[in-house]
C-alpha cells in the first residue's frame, strides 16, 4: 500500500469537504450527538469555511491511495507563535484507519512545520475520540484540557495536545 500524500490548493478544497461528510457521521457517531455533527459539518467543513480557513493561512494536505483521495490534514504554521503550528483536522476514511495513512499526514506536516522552524505543533481533540491513543503513540501528550463553546448549544470537550521537537 503507498500513500502519497500532497499540499493543495484552494482549489481541492471541495474533496476535503466530500471526505469530511463521509468521514464524520461515522467517527464521531459514538462521541457527538448527530445534530453536532450536523452543525460542525456545516460550520466548520463546508465550501465557504474551508476557503475562509485556507485564506486565513491554514493549509491543506490530501492522502491519496492509488490516486484515490482518502484523507486530509489542515494546519496552520505559527498559531500562537511563530515556533508554533497548529494541526487543525487529520482525518481518514473508517475503514483505511490503522493502516498508516494518518501517521504518514501527521509525519508530512510536521516536516512542513520543522522546514518553517516551528519546534513543536498541537491540537485539540475530543477526549472520548481513539484518536487520542494514535496521538500519544506518535509522541504527543496532553497539554491541558479545555471545552470551547462552538455556539447552538454545542460544546468541543476537548484535550490539548503537544509533540516538541
Not at 469530511?20 to 448527530?34: D, G, L, Q, R, V
Request: with cysteine; glycine share 6%.
Amino acid at each position: 500500500m503507498k500513500v502519497h500524500v500532497v499540499e493543495i490548493p484552494s482549489t481541492d478544497l471541495s474533496i476535503v469537504r466530500d471526505l469530511s461528510h463521509a468521514i464524520w457521521p461515522i467517527c464521531y457517531a459514538n462521541i457527538i450527538t448527530e445534530a453536532q455533527i450536523k452543525y460542525m459539518l456545516e460550520n466548520m467543513y463546508s465550501l465557504p469555511a474551508l476557503e475562509t480557513a485556507y485564506t486565513n493561512g491554514q493549509r491543506f494536505l490530501l492522502a491519496f491511495l492509488d490516486s484515490k483521495p482518502v484523507g486530509y490534514a489542515g494546519f496552520e504554521i505559527g498559531t500562537p507563535d511563530v515556533n508554533r503550528c497548529k494541526l487543525h483536522k487529520l482525518y481518514v476514511l473508517p475503514n483505511l484507519q490503522g493502516s498508516g495513512i494518518g501517521k504518514e499526514l501527521l509525519l508530512k506536516t510536521q516536516y512542513l512545520a520543522d522546514a518553517a522552524k516551528c519546534r513543536s505543533m498541537f491540537l485539540q481533540v475530543n477526549k472520548k475520540n481513539p484518536a487520542v491513543q494514535f496521538y500519544q503513540k506518535m509522541g504527543m501528550y496532553v497539554r491541558e484540557e479545555a471545552v470551547f463553546d462552538i455556539g447552538n448549544g454545542f460544546v468541543m470537550d476537548d484535550f490539548i495536545m503537544q509533540l516538541d521537537w
